[in-house]
């Protein structure tokens, strides 16, 4: 089997850059955990060099061929590949509650998705590295003030340290995609409980960045918040105008209160 075909539906665009594979390979500090998922290795471009690393690769791949490809020339993934959809998977099967880490040249049509189920693992998942959209990789990344800043941006930020790492040109995939491609880091915080309710943090975000252009004030308004609440100045305020802290903070408020 000489290589996979790229297709389209699953958004694969595979990567033919030694030097990106390697550099994105090493992103990982390696420390906290022994095994890392590689999501959507496709021809193993990336697996090879996180291969020569002391730590556990597993992969996890929806494409059949791709599983194939990597089974026949990758004899240290013996036991190790995951023929399933990430985003269906109870990775748990696998790692049963133990930390470990994601990385992966990730799939631009599923990518956000991936970084909302990382955030449902992150009690397992010290540290998160991979490629995606470049506009993706910065709105995660992004701090308050910008049109770019949102709820992927709040809610990482919340539990992890973000970094944009570098800029990938197109040229280097195969087919290449329309768009440029960055490399983000999420590393999870010393402490990254929520001193809030966290099904409370999570609906004030995204309910407040459904209707970014208002103020706090009206698009927090199904939220069954009181009068005298409501007067804080934080209302006078747009979502983007908050960072993480602060949308705890006002969390806590709207906990206290005794809102939805």
């Given at each position: 089997m000489e290589k996979v075909t790229a297709k389209k539906h699953l958004g694969q665009h595979f990567l033919k850059d030694e030097s990106v594979a390697k550099d994105i390979a090493d992103t990982l500090n390696l420390e906290g955990y022994e095994d890392v998922l590689e999501i959507g290795p496709g021809m193993g471009v990336l697996t090879k060099y996180l291969l020569e690393k002391p730590i556990n690769t597993y992969v996890i791949e929806i494409d059949t061929e791709s599983v194939e490809y990597l089974g026949v020339h990758y004899d240290k993934l013996k036991d190790r590949i995951i023929s399933k959809d990430f985003l269906k998977y109870d990775i748990n099967e696998v790692f049963g509650g133990k930390q470990f880490a994601i990385i992966g040249n990730f799939p631009y049509n599923i990518s956000t998705q991936i970084v909302f189920k990382t955030l449902e693992y992150r009690n397992q998942i010290p540290e998160f590295a991979g490629m995606f959209q470049k506009e993706v990789a910065e709105r995660i990344c992004e701090k308050k003030?910008?049109?770019?800043?949102?709820?992927?941006?709040?809610?990482?930020?919340?539990?992890?340290?973000?970094?944009?790492?570098?800029?990938?040109?197109?040229n280097v995939f195969n087919p290449p995609p329309k768009v440029k491609s960055g490399v983000m880091r999420m590393r999870r915080k010393e402490d990254y409980s929520l001193p809030c309710g966290e099904k409370l943090f999570f609906t004030?975000?995204?309910?407040?960045?459904?209707?970014?252009?208002?103020?706090?004030?009206?698009?927090?308004?199904?939220?069954?918040?009181?009068?005298?609440?409501?007067?804080?100045?934080?209302?006078?305020?747009?979502?983007?105008?908050?960072?993480?802290?602060?949308?705890i903070a006002l969390t806590q408020k709207i906990e206290a209160d005794g809102g939805i």
């Open positions: 003030g910008s049109k770019a800043y949102g709820i992927l941006s709040v809610l990482a930020q919340a539990f992890y340290d973000t970094e944009y790492l570098f800029t990938v040109d197109e004030v975000v995204k309910t407040a960045f459904q209707q970014r252009r208002k103020t706090l004030r009206n698009s927090l308004k199904t939220l069954n918040l009181s009068d005298s609440l409501r007067e804080d100045t934080v209302f006078n305020l747009r979502p983007e105008q908050l960072d993480y802290k602060e949308f």
